[in-house]
């Protein structure tokens, strides 16, 4: 099962901040939280990830809270092509790489 | 550089029959994982290879089984089709064991 909940489903204006929650509260110590998107009938796309700090890239940012028992991954400036699923993984880099998706939050972004 | 390749696209299979699915990791990269994709799900753990050894598992009967070639280019082949293996199956492939995973962009098989 998958390690993390994520509410089924987010609407977003375009232009504006896209905020999408993710729990993991039994996440361990040496866990990490991923971000992937997937648009329709595409491959998974990598977002970001982080272990305890907040990362930004060029794509979004991600907060992690201090007791990393949840995330939020940010979109700053949601646009139409930013419709699609959105899945929050939690893995541990060990020499088993086994990478549990949920059913994700598919984020829609109206115009 | 080059993405992450799978061949076909598309396949349309019967029931028994076999099916053998490709991917081309991304240059430089020596480990693969594949998925499996059902409809309106999140992707589904098949297995990882790394360095042409298997490398990890998850809950899929024996008739699905891999192969990594030494260019780290693998194959998925399924044995004796089921109507429910219709799915995306995707590939993806990571540096080292660990590191990030960039997906291919699968490929859509029904068993009719």
């Known amino acids: 099962d998958a390690k993390t909940t994520q509410p089924p489903s987010m609407d977003c204006a375009e232009g504006r901040a896209a905020n999408l929650p993710c729990n993991h509260s039994?996440?361990?110590?040496?866990?990490?939280v991923y971000w992937y998107r997937q648009i329709h009938s595409q491959g998974p796309q990598y977002i970001i990830h982080?272990?305890?700090n907040n990362e930004t890239n060029e794509m979004a940012s991600l907060i992690i809270t201090e007791d990393r028992k949840s995330s939020t991954l940010i979109l700053p400036h949601a646009t139409l092509r930013d419709t699609a699923v959105y899945y929050c993984i939690v893995r541990v880099k060990t020499s088993y790489d086994k990478v549990i998706f949920g059913p994700g939050t598919s984020l829609s972004v109206i115009p | 550089e080059t993405g992450v390749t799978q061949s076909p696209t598309h396949l349309i299979k019967t029931r028994g029959q076999q099916v053998t699915l490709r991917c081309s990791s991304q240059s430089g990269h020596n480990t693969v994982s594949w998925y499996q994709q059902a409809l309106g799900q999140g992707p589904q753990f098949i297995f990882q290879y790394y360095r042409e050894e298997k490398n990890g598992r998850g809950n899929f009967p024996p008739r699905f089984s891999g192969l990594q070639f030494p260019n780290y280019s693998s194959e998925l082949n399924v044995n004796a089709l089921e109507l429910d293996d219709s799915a995306l199956y995707l590939c993806?492939?990571?540096?080292?064991?660990?590191?990030?995973?960039?997906f291919g962009p699968g490929t859509r098989l029904t068993v009719l």
């Open positions: 982080g272990l305890k």
């Open positions: 039994t996440i361990s110590g040496n866990e990490y």
């Open positions: 993806a492939s990571s540096l080292e064991i660990g590191y990030e995973q960039f």
